[in-house]
């Protein structure tokens, strides 16, 4: 959790729960939910006024979900549960499991990433 932004949900539909508050990589205990925020928006023009002005935060970054927090109150907010397998390239270590993943489910290349693995750790 404390690599990622967390909801705090509000009412759920289905696969669609309405975002009552966002937390930038809080520490686990401290998390809102298990709900994170995996990178993918739809959003309004107005976040990018508020980007334009913000502090960096968690990390020396400049963190979207500040932005997109303080704008809960005005315009609605929700969310949709992703199922299936997701991958982070956020790290060096994410983006060669990432590529590796990728790789291995390809036709065309699969059987041959899976030959150069299985040589490397030989």
Avoid: W
């Avoid at 065309?108 to 750790?121: S, T």
Wanted: glycine fraction near 12%.
């Amino acid at each position: 959790m404390s690599s990622y932004g967390v909801i705090a949900p509000g009412a759920q539909n289905g696969n669609l729960t309405e975002v009552k508050g966002l937390v930038e990589k809080p520490k686990v205990d401290e998390a809102p939910s298990h709900l994170i925020v995996s990178g993918r928006y739809i959003l309004r023009p107005e976040v990018m006024g508020l980007l334009a002005t913000q502090a960096k935060g968690a990390g020396g970054e400049i963190q979207l979900t500040h932005s997109m927090a303080k704008l809960i109150d005005t315009q609605p907010f929700h969310a949709v549960t992703f199922r299936g397998r997701r991958l982070d390239c956020g790290s060096k270590l994410g983006f060669v499991e990432a590529t590796l993943a990728i790789a291995l489910d390809r036709p065309d290349m699969g059987a041959d990433v899976r030959k150069i693995a299985e040589k490397l750790l030989g």
